[in-house]
């Protein structure tokens, strides 16, 4: 069975500072990971994926992230929080190269709060 | 814009009932997806249906049951509702089923059974 783990479910940064957004994963298989963007009211918008290409993945609105296969990890950085970046953030999984499906499974979430 | 397209936005009913939600996957998009979104269960993966056929199936309900028709779109109706089934209801799409394919999400339909 495949999960994921979000450290922080509230995470706060000031405007201009690193934005480092923590995500685990668990997988019986080599899996993919995304990170998706949740803006108040709206859906769900990809920043980036890993489909094994490469272990360090660059996103949208300068985000990215690095596949650590040691650390079964896929954490979002941001070298300068702006104050469009409040959102919620949800790091996702699911089965790797040859999966038949496209399910994904979320995290539970972390929400950015971006002070001035 | 993700061009994936729900209705109803927003859907207020009564304990018992039934509902049907729509979506209209992005054109070209073959895969269609429904999550439930609640502040209990997070993001739930329900079921994914590829060219009208059932692909992949998780926690839906036996009340809840869903269909992709010949022109793509795709219905979910929820049925015998409780107020634990109040949530945010999100369709998506992807141009095929396999995993990788990004998905694209609609902005949902919240559902709230009162």
């Known amino acids: 069975a495949q999960s994921v783990t979000q450290l922080g479910s509230h995470v706060s940064v000031s405007e201009g500072a690193l934005v480092l957004l923590r995500c685990n994963y668990s997988?019986?298989?080599?899996?993919?990971l995304f990170w998706y963007v949740q803006y108040p009211n709206q859906g769900l918008q990809l920043l980036l994926k890993?489909?094994?290409?490469?272990?360090l993945v660059k996103g949208i609105n300068g985000f990215e992230a690095e596949f650590k296969k040691s650390e079964t990890s896929f954490h979002l950085t941001k070298p300068s929080a702006h104050m469009s970046d409040a959102a919620e953030y949800f790091c996702?999984?699911?089965?790797?190269?040859?999966?038949?499906?496209?399910?994904?499974?979320f995290g539970t979430g972390t929400l950015l709060a971006v002070q001035p | 814009d993700s061009g994936v397209t729900q209705t109803p936005k927003h859907l207020i009913t009564a304990t018992g009932q039934r509902v049907t939600l729509r979506c209209s996957p992005r054109?070209?998009?073959?895969?269609v997806y429904w999550y439930q979104q609640s502040l209990d269960q997070g993001l739930q993966f329900l079921i994914q249906?590829?060219?009208?056929?059932?692909?992949a199936k998780g926690n839906i309900l036996e009340r809840f049951s869903a269909q992709q028709f010949p022109d793509l779109h795709s219905e979910l109706n929820l049925s015998s509702l409780e107020l634990g089934d109040s949530a945010l209801y999100f369709c998506?799409?992807?141009?095929?089923?396999?995993?990788?394919?990004?998905?694209?999400f609609g902005e949902g339909s919240w559902l709230t059974v009162v």
């Open positions: 997988s019986s298989v080599p899996p993919y």
């Open positions: 249906y590829y060219n009208g056929e059932e692909r």
């Open positions: 890993y489909t094994s290409a490469a272990t």
């Open positions: 996702a999984v699911s089965e790797g190269y040859g999966g038949a499906t496209n399910k994904l499974i």
């Open positions: 054109s070209g998009d073959l895969s």
């Open positions: 998506a799409s992807s141009p095929q089923p396999s995993s990788g394919n990004t998905i694209y």
